[in-house]
């Protein structure tokens, strides 16, 4: 079992609506990353979370570190958001590796 | 400011042939990264420095693997007598430096191919 599961592993949405990404883990951890990368394209870090909820335009990522679980928002969405999102924990204990979720991909439809 | 680069952009080389992948972390930045991403698998870890040393080689899937870094910037992954199930993209990514709290900045990796 991977220690980082997220879900769904693949949502397409209209444009305009709310989305939810969902990623749980199973490890004791010190930082939870969000990262976005679009096809052919690199990846880029969204949000770095160790505790409570962090907002950046249309996307919200938020944490529960009792239930070991990350949610990331986005709202009114939009064709441009659509990309693999991916869930990423640094374990405690470790320097600064991550642990990877296998992706979330997202496709957002006029 | 230039982001992380990688180069080439794509390799492609024979099996049991030998490359090497090299990373250019923003200036300034004394983590690097390197990860890898197989085609429909997800991003794994390979090995991290601070400066010039790899605390962390864990990720490592083989001793055909190996990297340095020097002068505490660019960065090279070598990987001897290429084997098939090598073929992926090798992403770098660096961070100002250790600690929870560092945003890592991803380059736009490599793609490798072993025929």
């Known amino acids: 079992k991977n220690e980082v599961e997220q879900s769904p592993q693949n949502l397409t949405a209209q444009e305009g609506e709310f989305i939810t990404i969902n990623c749980s883990y199973s490890?004791?951890?010190?930082?939870l990353h969000w990262l976005q990368q679009h096809p052919g394209g690199g990846i880029v870090s969204l949000f770095m979370l160790s505790s409570g909820k962090k907002k950046h335009g249309r996307l919200i990522a938020t944490i529960n570190i009792q239930e070991k679980h990350s949610s990331l928002h986005i709202t009114a969405s939009h064709p441009r958001d659509s990309a693999v999102y991916i869930c990423a924990v640094r374990k405690s204990g470790t320097a600064s590796k991550l642990t990877f979720g296998t992706g979330t991909r997202l496709q957002v439809t006029l | 400011g230039a982001g992380v680069s990688q180069s080439p952009s794509n390799k492609v080389t024979e099996k049991g042939k030998d490359v090497e992948l090299r990373c250019d972390p923003i200036s300034g930045h004394t983590a690097l990264y390197w990860y890898r991403q197989s085609l429909g698998q997800g991003l794994e870890f390979l090995i991290y420095f601070q400066g010039n040393s790899a605390p962390d080689k864990s990720g490592l899937p083989s001793d055909r693997f190996s990297a340095e870094r020097t002068g505490g910037s660019v960065s090279t992954l070598t990987i001897q007598r290429t084997q098939q199930e090598d073929s992926a993209v090798y992403l770098c990514?660096?961070?100002?430096?250790?600690?929870?709290?560092?945003?890592?900045?991803f380059g736009p990796g490599t793609r490798l191919t072993v025929l």
């Open positions: 990514a660096s961070s100002l430096r250790q600690g929870s709290t560092d945003t890592q900045y």
């Open positions: 490890v004791g951890i010190s930082a």
